[in-house]
C-alpha cells in the first residue's frame, strides 16, 4: 500500500520524525481556512502518489489568502501523470538551505535492508544514481542487528553532509529505521530532508510504501486504506480483496497469476484489443473469487468481452470449468465471457464448459484464440 505524502508525514510524525505543521484539504475553502490557521507563507501541495508534483505544477508557494485561494483552485483537479488531484496539503513554507536524500528498502539480491543517503536531495534519486553514484552513501543492514547508533553516525559521515546537519540527520535515520522495520514498511523515502535556514533538519517529502502482508497486525492503518483507490472499480475490488487494477479498455481480463494475467494483457493488444484491467484471482479459481471478479469487470461499463485465461496447476480443470460456471450463475452478465482453459485436466474441464456454451460463453482453445474470440465480440479496440 503506497501512501500519499500527508499520509506519509502522519506516518513518520508517530515515529517522532520531525515535519512541518500542515492540514488535509478537498476544497479550496478548506486550504484557505487551514492556510489562515498556520499562517503565511505556506505550501500549498497536491496530493498524488507520483513524484516530480514541483516541476508538474503541483507545489506553490502562498504569501496571503489570496494566493492560498488561487493556488488551491488551480491545484485541485489538475492532471499531473495521469493523476488527477483530489486533495491537497497545506503546509507551513520552509526556508531550504540545504535538500539531502534519505531511505531504506530492502535489497532482495543481498537479503539484507538497504539504507541510502545522499547530500543530493531533491532531485530524482535514479538520476542521482546514473549521474554520480558516488553521491549516494549505502549501508547494508542485517534485520537481526538493526541499525545501530555508531554505523548510522559512520554512514551519515560518508555522505559529506553539512556538519551543522549531523546530528538532526543520525537522530531522523535511527528513528527512519524504526518507522521502516518495525512500522512494517517496503519502503520510507525523505525527499528532501532538508537543513533549513534555522538550522533545523526534518522531512520536507515523505514517501511510504507499507507491507500488505503486514496489514494484519496493524489496525492503525485503516485510516490510510479508506481513501486508497480513486478508481470506483479498484474501490470494489479492494473491499472483496482482489488484486485489480483498471485500465482503459474494452476486454475485461480475469488470469490466475500475475504473470498470466500481465501476458494475457500482451496477447489482447497484439491481436487489436485493449484490456480494461489487470486481475489476477491467484491460485484457486472457486465460484467465490470468480463471482468475486466478475462482479467488478461486470461494474464497469467500457467492458465489452470478458476473457477468462486459467492455467490450471493444483486446481484441476474440473474444478475450474464448475467455478466459473456457477461464479457466473451469480452474476447478471452485460457482456460475454470467453475462457481459455489450459493445464492439468484441461481437456475434462473445456467438456464441461463445452457443455454449457450459451451466447455468453464462449471456450477457445488456445490465449491466442481465446484473445482473438475475445476483440471480436467487443468490435475490436
Ligand atoms: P515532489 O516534486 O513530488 O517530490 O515534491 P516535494 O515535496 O519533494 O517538493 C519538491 C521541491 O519543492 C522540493 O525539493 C523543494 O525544493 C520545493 N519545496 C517544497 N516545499 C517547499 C517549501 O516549503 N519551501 C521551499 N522554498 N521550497 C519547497
Ligand atoms: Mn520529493
Not at 478537498?26 to 496530493?47: F, L, S, W
Not at 489538475?78 to 491537497?88: A, E, P
Not at 450463475?329 to 493445464?343: A, F, I, M
Request: glycine residues 12%.
Amino acid at each position: 500500500m503506497d501512501l500519499f505524502e500527508y499520509q506519509g508525514k502522519q506516518y513518520f510524525a508517530r515515529f517522532d520524525i520531525p515535519v512541518p505543521n500542515g492540514g488535509v484539504a478537498d476544497t479550496v475553502d478548506e486550504a484557505v481556512a487551514h492556510a489562515e490557521h498556520i499562517g503565511y507563507p505556506v505550501v500549498v501541495k497536491a496530493q498524488v502518489q507520483v513524484g516530480g508534483r514541483g516541476k508538474a505544477g503541483g507545489i506553490q508557494l502562498a504569501n496571503n489568502a489570496d494566493e492560498a485561494r488561487l493556488h488551491a483552485g488551480n491545484i485541485l483537479g489538475m492532471d499531473i501523470k495521469g493523476h488527477t488531484v483530489r486533495r491537497l496539503w497545506i503546509e507551513e513554507a520552509s526556508q531550504i538551505q540545504e535538500e539531502y536524500y534519505a531511505s531504506f528498502t530492502l535489497d532482495r539480491s543481498a537479503k539484507l535492508y538497504l539504507g541510502m543517503l545522499s547530500a543530493q536531495g531533491g532531485v530524482e534519486i535514479e538520476q542521482v544514481a546514473a549521474e554520480s553514484p558516488q553521491a549516494i552513501a549505502r549501508i547494508h543492514i542485517n534485520p537481526l542487528d538493526g541499525l545501530t547508533e555508531p554505523a548510522c553516525r559512520e554512514w551519515v559521515a560518508q555522505a559529506k553532509l553539512n556538519p551543522a546537519a549531523t546530528a538532526g540527520t543520525v537522530s531522523i535515520l535511527l528513528k527512519l529505521y524504526r518507522a521502516f522495520e518495525d512500522g512494517d514498511a517496503d519502503l520510507v523515502e525523505i525527499n528532501p530532508l532538508i537543513l533549513a535556514q534555522d538550522g533545523r533538519v526534518y522531512a520536507l517529502d515523505a514517501k511510504v510504501t507499507l507491507d500488505d502482508a503486514a496489514a494484519y497486525r496493524h489496525e492503525e492503518w485503516q485510516s490510510f486504506g479508506k481513501i486508497i483507490s480513486e478508481d470506483e472499480r479498484e474501490r470494489r475490488a479492494q473491499e472483496r480483496g482482489l488484486q485489480y487494477v483498471g485500465l482503459d479498455g474494452s476486454i475485461g481480463i480475469m488470469a490466475n497469476g500475475a504473470g498470466l494475467a500481465m501476458s494475457t494483457l500482451d496477447v489482447v493488444n497484439q491481436v487489436g484489443g485493449d484490456a480494461a484491467n489487470f486481475l489476477d484471482i491467484g491460485g484457486g479459481s472457486g465460484a467465490d473469487v470468480v463471482r468475486a471478479a466478475l462482479e467488478v469487470i461486470n461494474s464497469d461499463p467500457k467492458v465489452k468481452a470478458i476473457f477468462i485465461n486459467v492455467f490450471g496447476g493444483i486446481t484441476r480443470g474440473e474444478e475450474v470449468a464448475a467455478g466459473i460456471i456457477e461464479g457466473m450463475q451469480g452474476v447478471e452478465l452485460n457482456s460475454p465471457v470467453v475462457v481459455r482453459l489450459d493445464g492439468t485436466n484441461a481437456e475434462e474441464g473445456r467438456a464441461i464448459l463445452a457443455a454449457n456454451a450459451t451466447n455468453m460463453l464462449y471456450v477457445e482453445p488456445t490465449m491466442l484464440d481465446g484473445a482473438r474470440k475475445a476483440v471480436a465480440l467487443a468490435g475490436g479496440r
